[in-house]
């Protein structure tokens, strides 16, 4: 089992930026990509960027493309989502996730663990 702890959330204003974290500890050794979701209240839980945890390729869903940035630090076991230029419609409680799937799946049904979220509110 894989444990993990979001951080960096925060309430900004439209345009600013944030960073995400998410430390992993436990059975690292079992994870093959990591994933950064959102979920706003009443919806489901949507794919946002993902990364390959040996060879760092990455994802993003069309939305947050040129706007955030996800990667790693194997020495650190921790992923980070960079956001930038964020707007109001990024507002949501963002979770990381760990999936032992060979590829960067955009599925949440893919990953096995979760970290209990940390809430990003963009104000206009």
């Known amino acids: 089992q894989v444990q993990l702890v979001e951080s960096g959330g925060g309430l900004v204003q439209a345009g600013d930026s944030l960073r995400l974290s998410c430390a992993a500890s436990?059975?690292?050794?079992?994870?093959?990509?990591m994933g950064w979701f959102r979920q706003a209240p009443g919806k489901e839980r949507d794919f946002v960027a993902g990364?390959?945890?040996?060879?760092?390729?990455?994802r993003y869903v069309d939305s947050v493309k040129g706007r955030f940035t996800v990667s790693r630090d194997n020495a650190r076991n921790t992923v980070y989502l960079q956001m930038t230029s964020l707007k109001p419609e990024d507002t949501a409680s963002y979770y990381c996730?760990?999936?032992?799937?060979?590829?960067?799946?955009?599925?949440?049904?893919?990953?096995?663990?979760w970290g209990q979220g940390t809430q990003v509110t963009v104000s206009s």
């Open positions: 996730g760990a999936t032992s799937v060979p590829y960067v799946s955009t599925l949440a049904a893919r990953y096995t663990d």
């Open positions: 436990g059975r690292i050794s079992s994870i093959t990509a």
């Open positions: 990364i390959n945890w040996t060879v760092g390729t990455t």
